[in-house]
């Protein structure tokens, strides 16, 4: 599905005390880099506000006047999109993810779809619009109001026919208001039962790579290493593990059936090693 991906990062951040919000960063990657992750398919990425450095190239524009509000952003990134379907996200969303975009851009019939955060509040700042609906209604309020500066997002949403998303991650539509929201989301993403997958994907993000990674195949590997040869054998023989993927994907293998291939090769060695090190404690202790 063809898309165009527009992402409001302009504002004033006052409760952030004017702070520069979309570069500040959560799990050690800027808020605004976390969000461009999430719709990395898209055709177009325009990105609405101050230029700054990103982890993948974008469109840069700025609403007229800077400052006039999100329907004078969100008219300004239209303008440099082509896509019959626009994705519109804000710069804050720490745990938006590939998959709630995915449901957002396969839900938009009529005018489009927006998500539906668990209080039951619409977000239409995490949305899919059909590109011409939103055209039309944005030149209707500019003809009404004679600006769209200042112009509240419930102005231009009002009459379009949009599907409301049930937030399946609960955490997808959470945004970075104010200090305590960022420590909110600094402190989640290294929960127990998040901060692996988190970590994973920052990593890749930071190295360029995109696989899937099978992290139990890569924990059971590095356990057999430590418990089967030393200790220090287990970030060794998974560092390892990639090397061989990656010169596996480059003759041409799938990266993932690399990276278990690999990981099944090493982790039968590691066993062999360990059971003949038991059997030679076995004959000593029997001599």
């Known amino acids: 599905m063809t898309y165009d ?5 302009g504002g004033a951040a006052r409760r952030l005390g004017g702070a520069d919000k979309p570069a500040l960063h959560v799990g050690g990657r800027a808020l605004l880099d976390r969000v461009l ?7 177009t990425t325009v990105v609405v506000g101050g230029r700054r450095p990103t982890t993948r190239p974008v469109r840069w524009t700025r609403e007229d006047p800077p400052g006039a509000g999100p329907v004078a952003a969100l008219d300004a990134g239209l303008r440099a999109t082509t896509a019959d379907l626009v994705l519109v996200l804000s710069a804050d ?8 975009v995915r449901t957002l851009l396969d839900s938009a ?22 590109a011409e609906p939103l055209r039309r209604e944005i ?22 026919d949009l599907a409301k998303v049930t937030d399946s991650a609960p955490l997808a539509s959470f945004d970075c208001d104010t200090w305590e929201d960022l420590a909110v989301a600094r402190a989640r993403i290294r929960e127990h039962g ?8 920052a990593v890749k993000t930071e ?6 990674v099978d992290t139990k195949i890569l924990l059971d590997l590095a356990r057999d290493a430590a418990h089967g040869v030393a200790r220090p054998a287990a970030p060794l023989t998974t560092f390892l593990v990639g090397y061989a993927a990656a010169r596996a994907e480059a003759a041409g293998a799938d990266p993932a059936t690399a990276v278990a291939e690999a990981s099944r090769k090493a982790a039968d060695l590691a066993l062999r090693w360990a ?3 038991e059997a030679e404690a076995r004959e000593n202790g029997s001599g």
């Open 139 to 160: 030149a209707l309020l500019a003809t009404e109001h004679g600006t769209l500066s200042g112009l509240p997002l419930r102005a231009l949403t009002a009459d379009l």
């Open 275 to 277: 059971a003949e090190a």
């Open 207 to 212: 190295l360029g790579i995109d696989v899937a």
């Open 194 to 201: 998040n901060v692996l997958d988190q970590w994973i994907t």
């Open 93 to 100: 969303l720490p745990f938006l993810d590939r998959a709630t």
């Open 109 to 130: 019939g009529g005018d489009g779809a927006l998500l539906r955060d668990p209080t039951g509040r619409d977000q239409p700042l995490v949305a899919a619009y059909r």
């Open 5 to 9: 991906a527009i992402v409001l990062a």
């Open 37 to 43: 992750d999430a719709c990395a398919d898209a055709a």
